[in-house]
């Protein structure tokens, strides 16, 4: 009979951080061997299973999206070919629906064996650029079912006993625009799942296999009875979230909800998405395996000094109406999940923010997606190109600390800042501004961290389409303890030879494209964290310094009056006395001004009187950016936030 004592401390912390390498060094391996650019920019992650495919260890620069679903697709692995499994063979799988992300997250799986007995599974996930669907990048926003998304890839071999099945292989790539780099991007996922299973089978000889087996289960215990311990010395309560989605661009005017109440009760937590709005008629859905990982990962950032394994996930329950946003089924499209991810994960730091205050943070940016293809005349070949970028933004404003500048989104930040040199040899683009972007950052006492903004200009090329997959440029990023919003996202391009530019907004796809066109997007900060009116001059005469705060918002949203000495040597100074006029001015009018007819706020945005920061910042009103009308419902809905997370905190 086997040994069933715990492991002795340094056995077990030595296979703790063993387990956590190992994953690490199939990132190593991919790093140096993938095809595709998405994939060298960090866009994966990798994990580590047991026999049953919980998770054992994930990597320390895996990146956030992931975390929850792995052992997901890893169990539905095992119900496909439990019994029909032998050393060296590797499974592909895309599955949303089975527990999965989208379909272009394609895990290759492989089973571990010492000798004939299955001790554990390593998992490789990529991103891979392109699997088919209706537009080059797979991103169709307009899509109602998956079929018009890509290629579904339920469980499915493609190593048998270390043999390589071609046919299989490319029967998947042949679907794909770019099936060269995809062949690529399987062998390079297999020699990163043999990374971790040569590493598990040395610790298999060294130790023993019954250690090691136990050393998985332990350290899925050890997480388990820590995060226990945290969760049942907090108070039992419940909090209750609300976020949204812009809209459904196959319905009507007015964002999408996402309504979570989290419950803490001894030591489990349950988190129910009662209310929260139907199917979209978009890409804009979740399954449920990724609303899982929305919740995990959000909860997370609030224990991290733990690691994360399967563990972690046994005293957490999520109940999610089916057939809703957060809970889709096939065949619903599900390809741009990250949108309501991102506002899951923002509404459970808002939660957990109340519960562990000294960890406090407001809103961050929401990721965006930028792809287009189509043929590269640079080239002699005419080859197909396939750009696909995103851009860093801004988190939240914290307590005692301003937002992270110009970081990658909260889903992932694991991922790479693409860079701009590797872009332009892959892709027939060039980059004419990469920079902070001025007045992103959402005002506060601390405010969020700065966004980004981005112009390329599309070189030779034909039959090129763009889409962009983008959120908040309705449900704009939130402040919370009287700060303010930051900005809305949206991309304007400007056709070859033409002196004025077009507002695309962020929804849209198969937009065609031609040599000459600019096309520009900026990326908001983060919220801000506490009234901008305590912000002390001196940091908001930094910020201007810095150019992170111009000095006309210096006024507008902080009340700060600042006179430019020298702008060339950086110098300016605070006006006290007329500072201190105007912060009693915003103080008294600032209500009724996030209260003011919004048909007289459209009026003068129209007018050219007011920006699109003045309307969100100042009178809390969403227009059409383009035309300047009014947006009923959706003004009903961000006031409701913004009185609730700014006026209400305001003295």
């Not at 023993?208 to 087996?213: A, E, K, L, P, S």
Request: glycine letters at 8%; charged letters at 25%.
């Amino acid at each position: 009979m086997t040994d069933t004592k715990p492991l002795d401390p340094v056995t077990f912390e030595v296979l703790k951080n063993s387990f956590i390498t190992s994953v690490d060094q199939m990132a190593e391996q991919m790093l140096r061997t993938c095809y595709s650019f998405v994939i060298y920019n960090r866009d994966f992650s990798n994990a580590l299973h047991d026999a049953e495919g919980n998770s054992v260890a994930q990597g320390n620069d895996d990146i956030a999206v992931h975390v929850g679903t792995l052992h997901f697709t890893c169990k539905d692995v095992i119900r496909a070919f439990k019994g029909d499994m032998m050393p060296g063979d590797v499974y592909a799988i895309n599955d949303p629906y089975a527990g999965g992300t989208h379909f272009s997250d394609v895990r290759l799986v492989r089973p571990i064996f010492d000798e004939d007995e299955l001790i554990g599974f390593s998992q490789s996930n990529g991103h891979w650029s392109d699997l088919g669907g209706s537009v080059p990048g797979s991103f169709d926003v307009t899509a109602k079912e998956m079929f018009r998304e890509a290629v579904r890839i339920t469980p499915v071999r493609l190593f048998r006993a270390g043999d390589f099945c071609e046919d299989v292989a490319n029967l998947i790539a042949a679907n794909t625009r770019d099936p060269a780099s995809i062949i690529g991007d399987i062998h390079s996922q297999a020699q990163a799942t043999q990374v971790a299973e040569r590493e598990i089978l040395r610790l298999v000889r060294k130790y023993g296999r019954d250690q090691v087996t136990q050393g998985m289960n332990e350290v899925q215990d050890y997480v388990e009875r820590a995060v226990r311990q945290r969760i049942a010395a907090l108070p039992d309560g419940t909090w209750e979230s609300v976020d949204y989605i812009d809209r459904d661009p196959s319905g009507g005017e007015g964002m999408i909800p996402i309504h979570i109440k989290m419950t803490i009760k001894g030591d489990q937590i349950h988190y129910d998405f009662d209310g929260s709005h139907p199917t979209i008629g978009s890409m804009y859905n979740s399954a449920p395996g990724a609303t899982f990982s929305a919740v995990v990962a959000g909860m997370k950032t609030f224990f991290p000094d733990l690691p994360l394994n399967s563990g972690f996930y046994r005293m957490i329950s999520v109940e999610a109406p089916e057939n809703s946003v957060v809970s889709a089924q096939w065949p619903v499209a599900v390809t741009g999940f990250l949108m309501p991810f991102e506002k899951i994960m923002n509404s459970v730091f808002e939660m957990w923010s109340q519960i562990i205050p000294e960890r406090a943070i407001a809103c961050a940016f929401n990721l965006e997606y930028l792809l287009a293809g189509g043929t590269d005349k640079r080239r002699d070949e005419d080859a197909t190109f396939m750009f696909y970028e995103w851009l860093p933004g801004g988190w939240g404003g914290r307590r005692g600390k301003d937002g992270s500048d110009v970081t990658t989104a909260c889903f992932g930040t694991g991922l790479m800042s693409q860079p701009n040199e590797g872009n332009e040899r892959v892709n027939p683009t060039r980059t004419l501004e990469f920079q902070i972007k001025q007045d992103s950052a959402g005002p506060g006492k601390w405010r969020g961290g700065a966004g980004v903004q981005k112009t390329s200009l599309l070189l030779e090329s034909e039959k090129s389409v763009m889409s962009y997959v983008c959120d908040r440029e309705r449900a704009v990023v939130w402040g919370v303890d009287g700060g303010l919003p930051s900005m809305p996202h949206g991309l304007t391009i400007k056709r070859a030879g033409s002196d004025t530019s077009e507002w695309l907004g962020s929804v849209f796809s198969d937009f065609p494209m031609y040599t000459g066109d600019v096309f520009a997007r900026p990326t908001a900060g983060g919220g801000g964290f506490g009234d901008p009116m305590e912000r002390t001059t001196q940091a908001v005469l930094m910020d201007v310094v810095d150019e992170y705060v111009s000095v006309e918002r210096a006024a507008l949203d902080y009340g700060v009056v600042i006179k430019e000495i020298d702008a060339d040597l950086c110098e300016y100074e605070v006006d006290e006395t007329e500072t201190e006029k105007l912060r009693a001015h915003i103080r008294a009018n600032r209500v009724a001004w996030a209260r003011s007819d919004p048909d007289e706020v459209a009026e003068m945005y129209r007018k050219g009187e007011i920006n699109s920061m003045d309307a969100v910042r100042r009178y809390a009103v969403i227009l059409d950016w383009e035309t300047g009308d009014p947006l009923p419902k959706t003004i009903e809905q961000f006031r409701e936030s913004f009185e609730r997370r700014s006026v209400a905190h305001w003295s």
